[in-house]
């Protein structure tokens, strides 16, 4: 194994499950100490620093819920103090509201775009007075930015938002030597997909989509990790500004589709 990101510090959100949690178990598994962010289950954010220990590498949990804009001062005073310095922000804590437009209440709309939207630019703000020789900041999109499916208006136009985002800092903070990138996550085997599909009343049953993806499966989240890693190293120093779809060919696909086709699909 590789120790790429040897003293590097990498502060990921909502980093003790998931997609977070694979992450950093791999940056610290190359060498990254690791700030653990989490919101309420101090037992899962303990559990992922004592993993990145037994890997060799040091981290440390951070409780803070960004959607509080005080709790995200704390959190990068918290970083400032230990490490003085930060080498990767990673924004993935998100959570939203799966309803109707009709049915949305303007509370749904506040505390959507403060946790995905606000919460990334404004750790932007802090994370880049941190990395005072360069750096790297990648958020976590879905394709729900770029597609339209039901009751995810509220969080696919925030994660559309982050995307635009995205590329207005990435021209910003060039000349500070800090590349800005987002990836956009299809359908990947995490418990927060598993809660869409499974709580919505009269949503459509997994199978149906996995049936329409082209690598007809989900996605994992160490494809996901992986994806970020390559965009948090030195391999990814010409890249920018961009969006990097990891859907196994969701995001390209329209009808008809091949999977409601049927032989022999030629015309002589």
Same mark, same amino acid.
């Given at each position: 194994?590789?120790?790429?990101?040897?003293?590097?510090?990498?502060?990921?959100?909502?980093?003790?499950?998931?997609?977070?949690?694979?992450?950093?178990?791999?940056?610290?598994?190359?060498?990254?100490?690791?700030?653990?962010?989490?919101?309420?289950?101090?037992?899962?954010?303990?559990?992922?620093?004592?993993?990145?220990?037994?890997?060799?590498?040091?981290?440390?949990?951070?409780?803070?819920?960004?959607?509080?804009?005080?709790?995200?001062?704390?959190?990068?005073?918290?970083?400032?103090?230990?490490?003085?310095?930060?080498?990767?922000?990673?924004?993935?804590?998100?959570?939203?509201?799966?309803?109707?437009?009709?049915?949305?209440?303007?509370?749904?709309?506040?505390?959507?775009?403060?946790?995905?939207?606000?919460?990334?630019?404004?750790?932007?703000?802090?994370?880049?007075?941190?990395?005072?020789? =360069? &750096?790297? !900041?990648?958020?976590? @999109?879905?394709?729900?930015?770029?597609?339209?499916? /039901?009751?995810? %208006?509220?969080?696919? #136009?925030?994660?559309?938002?982050?995307?635009?985002?995205?590329?207005?800092?990435?021209?910003?903070?060039?000349?500070?030597?800090?590349?800005?990138?987002?990836?956009? =996550? &299809?359908? !990947?085997?995490?418990? @927060?997909?598993?809660?869409?599909?499974?709580?919505? /009343?009269?949503? %459509?049953?997994?199978? #149906?989509?996995?049936?329409?993806?082209?690598?007809?499966?989900?996605?994992?989240?160490?494809?996901?990790?992986?994806?970020?890693?390559?965009?948090?190293?030195?391999?990814?120093?010409? !890249?920018?500004?961009?969006?990097?779809?990891?859907?196994?060919?969701?995001?390209?696909?329209?009808?008809?589709?091949?999977?409601?086709?049927?032989?022999?699909?030629?015309?002589?």
């Amino acid at each position: 194994m590789s120790r790429r990101f040897e003293e590097k510090v990498s502060l990921i959100t909502g980093s003790s499950r998931g997609i977070g949690r694979t992450l950093a178990l791999t940056l610290a598994r190359e060498g990254a100490t690791v700030v653990v962010n989490y919101q309420r289950n101090a037992d899962l954010a303990a559990a992922v620093v004592r993993e990145i220990e037994s890997l060799g590498s040091r981290a440390i949990a951070v409780q803070a819920n960004v959607e509080n804009t005080d709790d995200i001062d704390m959190l990068f005073d918290r970083v400032a103090a230990e490490f003085g310095r930060l080498d990767h922000f990673v924004s993935n804590a998100a959570a939203s509201s799966f309803k109707k437009i009709a049915d949305l209440k303007a509370h749904n709309l506040d505390r959507s775009f403060d946790l995905n939207v606000r919460a990334f630019v404004l750790g932007a703000q802090r994370a880049i007075k941190l990395m005072q020789t =360069g &750096g790297r !900041i990648a958020v976590l @999109s879905s394709y729900g930015s770029i597609r339209a499916y /039901p009751t995810y %208006a509220n969080l696919g #136009s925030n994660k559309a938002a982050i995307e635009a985002w995205v590329r207005y800092m990435a021209v910003e903070f060039a000349p500070r030597g800090i590349n800005v990138n987002a990836v956009n =996550g &299809g359908l !990947i085997d995490t418990e @927060s997909c598993a809660y869409f599909y499974e709580n919505v /009343p009269g949503m %459509a049953p997994i199978e #149906s989509v996995l049936s329409k993806v082209p690598k007809g499966r989900m996605g994992t989240t160490q494809e996901v990790a992986d994806t970020i890693a390559f965009l948090l190293a030195s391999e990814s120093e010409y !890249i920018t500004g961009q969006t990097l779809c990891v859907d196994g060919g969701l995001s390209v696909i329209a009808p008809p589709f091949y999977a409601d086709t049927t032989p022999p699909l030629t015309l002589t």
